[in-house]
């Protein structure tokens, strides 16, 4: 989206024409319930939705790019899902047992994706089953926000350097990862 | 350094450069570009970045009224804040009342007490005398209580006796005076001045008059009482007189 056009958007959204507000979710709303399920599935849509909640009800004091806007919503996304975990945590939990878990295996397992025809699910569950969260976090922030080292640093509260580290160490563990499951793919198929 | 298991060639098949690690995130590197530990990575990041699906935004018209309706409400500050403000203004005014009807309470019980005391200056007095007569409280007017105290009608011998006025058994006391209960000289007596007045009529009434004045006004009383009638000295009289002064 151009500045300009972004600025007609925003003042538009600001106003509250359901037009803009429509042209700015379009653009956000895939890669923020990405972002968030790629951390917590479970939660992710809830969170996805407050953090729209969360976005008009400041959208009046916002100022700025397309691009400070992605790392508002995206700030407020992360805010909110960590919002979310502690209240969670708050509630008393009932134990599963483990052997249930095995008998509701997602569609999107990555141990049984083909990583050819890889959908953006699949990819999702993959960073989310291989990388610890931080790494995750950054990575996803990266990736789907369009976010540099020094946005990302800001949203997560850690120096520019250790982003870059979790970002490494984030694609080794990745490529390792499936490395290994390719190799595991190529001997069940001859 | 022992080369890791299955690599021959005793290099890092992952070893990842920061360009390069920056090229997958940013999608610049594609995956015929990745390197051959990567290419899986960056296909997975790739796959991250496609177009959303239909299912994706399926719930756009629902999500949309939801945030209009938030960005609406946020719209209308300020009638908001008027609304807070005639709140916040009727919340204070009970408090000033009550902070200026303490103020005039305290203000009405001091002026009345300095009233009931005759404390006031007296064009106060007699607006506090009238205001407060009519509501059937007597307090003495300006012209009368602290004046009388501070200025007590003193039966000094330099004083004409208002014996009329404050002591009305003065004359009476003069009077049954037993002729020839005393001797007056009064060449002694008379004499020296001003003191000798009450006792022109010798001793015996100087006495009768000072055990008179004893019953009815401490002023005079004090006055008499000082004095020494019985032997109608005229230095003691007058310096009694002196110190009722």
């Known amino acids: 989206m151009a500045t300009t056009e972004f600025g007609r958007v925003l003042a538009a959204a600001q106003d509250g024409a359901h037009w803009a507000i429509a042209v700015l979710w379009r653009e956000l ?13 479970a939660v992710a849509e809830d969170v996805e939705a407050d953090t729209w909640l969360v976005a ?4 009046g004091s916002f100022r700025g790019d397309e691009h400070q806007f992605r790392a508002w919503m995206f700030t407020i996304a992360r805010n909110r899902l960590i919002d979310t975990r502690r209240r969670e945590a708050r ?9 249930a878990l095995g008998e509701h295996a997602a569609d999107d397992d990555p141990a049984v994706t083909v990583i050819d025809v890889l959908n953006a699910n699949a990819a999702i569950a993959l960073v989310r089953e291989y990388l610890p969260p931080d790494q995750a976090e950054v990575i996803l922030l990266r990736v789907l926000g ?3 080292v020094e946005e990302v640093s800001a949203i997560v509260g850690k120096r520019p350097g250790n982003v870059r580290v979790l970002q490494h160490r984030g694609l080794r563990r990745m490529a390792e990862r499936l490395s290994l499951g390719s190799s595991e793919r190529r001997a069940v198929t001859p | 350094m022992t080369p890791r298991v299955g690599n021959p060639s005793g290099m890092d098949p992952f070893a990842l450069d920061a360009g ?6 940013t999608g610049a590197a594609d995956v015929g570009d990745a390197p051959p530990g990567y290419q899986d990575v960056a296909r997975t990041l790739e796959a991250l970045r496609t177009v959303p699906e239909s299912w994706e935004l399926a ?10 309706a938030a960005v609406v409400v946020r719209q ?19 408090r000033a009342a009550v902070a200026a009807a303490v103020v005039v309470a305290s203000a009405v019980f001091v002026t009345g007490g300095f009233a009931s005391a005759g404390s006031l200056p007296a064009p106060a007095q007699d607006a506090a005398s009238a205001v407060l007569g009519k509501v059937g409280i007597s307090v003495p007017t300006g012209n009368d209580g602290p004046a009388n105290v501070e200025n007590p009608p003193a039966a000094t011998d330099n004083a004409p006796a208002p014996s009329g006025a404050s002591d009305p058994a003065g004359p009476a006391s003069v009077s049954p005076a037993p002729p020839g209960a005393a001797s007056p000289t009064p060449g002694v007596d008379a004499a020296p001045g001003e003191g000798g007045k009450t ?5 015996g009434q100087g006495e009768l008059h000072g055990k008179q004045h004893r019953g009815t006004s401490g002023a005079n009383a004090n006055g008499q009482d000082n004095g020494n009638p019985s032997t109608g000295s005229p230095s003691q009289g007058q310096g009694n007189g002196n110190n009722d002064r």
């Open chain 1, 56 to 59: 008009a009800r400041d959208l």
């Open chain 2, 199 to 203: 006792d022109t009529r010798g001793n």
């Open chain 2, 76 to 94: 209308r500050p300020r009638p908001m804040r008027r609304v807070r403000r005639a709140r916040r203004s009727a919340r204070r005014a009970p």
């Open chain 2, 20 to 25: 390069t690690a920056e090229r997958l995130v």
């Open chain 2, 59 to 68: 719930d756009e018209p629902a999500a949309v009224a939801r945030i209009g």
């Open chain 1, 29 to 41: 709303h895939p890669s923020l319930l990405r972002f968030l399920r790629g951390l917590d599935h």
């Open chain 1, 146 to 148: 369009g976010l540099d």
């Open chain 1, 91 to 99: 509630r008393p939990s009932v134990a599963m047992p483990t052997d």
